[in-house]
């Protein structure tokens, strides 16, 4: 699927907006979502030292409420996605199966594939964008432009986690 040039300049201009992170959070939703396409968009911030993730931005926030932590269980994607840095794509609803309990809540808002970047930051992952989409959506070619999006989103995340 041909997907339009992305727009760097309008989180780059969030991102000297006040109310910082959630601007920025915000502009990466809309360009991420014009450049490579989602129905759920989330951010998940890890905080390393106490084993937790907290979902800190949701385009959702009925289904997919912001706030609280819970407990990182280590499974076959925390290896690859939080420890390797390696993205994730789910094509299918039963990949989605494979590796997400609330599976059905996200099937019901019509996605059945996924695409989970790390934002990384000196050698770790500091956090996850997730985003969800219609079965098939994702595919190789969208990793490296989800990539550079999160390499944007670092200055964010490094605030909420010096504030947690």
């Not at 959506?137 to 390499?151: K, L, P, R, S």
């Amino acid at each position: 699927m041909t997907r339009p040039v992305p727009d760097f300049a309008s989180v780059v201009s969030a991102m000297i907006q006040p109310g910082q992170p959630e601007e920025l959070f915000a502009a990466l939703d809309a360009a991420m979502g014009q450049a490579i396409g989602h129905k759920l968009f989330t951010i998940l911030v890890i905080h390393p030292g106490a084993s937790e993730s907290q979902r800190y931005y949701s385009n959702m926030p009925k289904e997919y409420p912001v706030g609280g932590r819970k407990p990182i269980n280590p499974t076959p994607w925390f290896a690859k996605v939080l420890n390797e840095g390696v993205p994730y794509i789910g094509y299918t609803y039963a990949d989605i199966t494979d590796v997400f309990y609330d599976h059905e809540l996200i099937r019901s808002l019509g996605c059945e594939s996924v695409l989970n970047v790390p934002v990384r930051w000196d050698g770790r992952t500091i956090a996850t964008i997730n985003l969800l989409h219609e079965a098939g959506w994702y595919n190789e070619g969208d990793i490296a432009t989800a990539q550079q999006f999160a390499a944007l989103a670092v200055p964010g995340v490094l605030k909420v986690i010096s504030e947690a």
